[in-house]
């Protein structure tokens, strides 16, 4: 499984907002000069994640972009799964829609991959924003 920009740069965005969570809303002009990320782009990611209730849009002059929940309270995998879709390494352990398989029910394999899929979906549901924030500045403070 391999994640697109899409989910890459949708988390370095919603990184930021958390980042700056307590401030007033953000541009995401400015959301995509720190991240160097195109702002272009990001209103596509932003689109989504405003649909799907993870971020707000404020208008006006002193308009942006603020998280629709505090940061501990969206995950990883919230985003994840807004940007890319379904977390599954194959088709046939996609828990939305498991496609078709003519060996579906006695397939060894199957098994392993269901596995995987919920190993991956069990580490981005335990890390919030607020966590990556939280590793963010411990880091700076070992850089000092």
């Given amino acids: 499984m391999k994640l697109s920009t899409k989910g890459h740069y ?3 965005a919603m990184f930021d907002l958390a980042l700056h969570y307590s401030e007033n809303p953000i541009p ?3 959301v995509a000069e720190r991240q160097q990320l195109s702002e272009n782009y990001l209103e596509q990611l932003i689109a989504a994640l405003r649909k799907a209730g993870l971020v707000n849009s404020v208008r006006g ?7 629709a ?12 799964r ?10 046939c ?17 199957r098994n392993v991959w269901a596995k995987v899929r919920d190993s991956i979906n069990d ?17 700076e403070q070992q850089r000092k």
Avoid at 93 to 109: A, K
Wanted: charged share 25%.
């Fill in 10 to 12: 949708g988390l370095r």
């Fill in 28 to 30: 995401l002009k400015t």
């Fill in 61 to 67: 002059p002193q308009g942006g972009y603020i998280l």
């Fill in 69 to 80: 929940r505090r940061p501990d309270e969206i995950t990883v995998g919230d985003i994840i």
């Fill in 82 to 91: 807004v940007l890319e879709g379904p977390i599954a390494p194959l088709e």
């Fill in 93 to 109: 352990v996609n828990e939305t829609d498991p496609g078709d398989c003519d060996q579906f029910n006695y397939c060894i394999s």
């Fill in 123 to 139: 580490v981005l549901d335990s890390i919030s924003l607020a966590d990556m924030c939280l590793e963010a500045e411990q880091i």
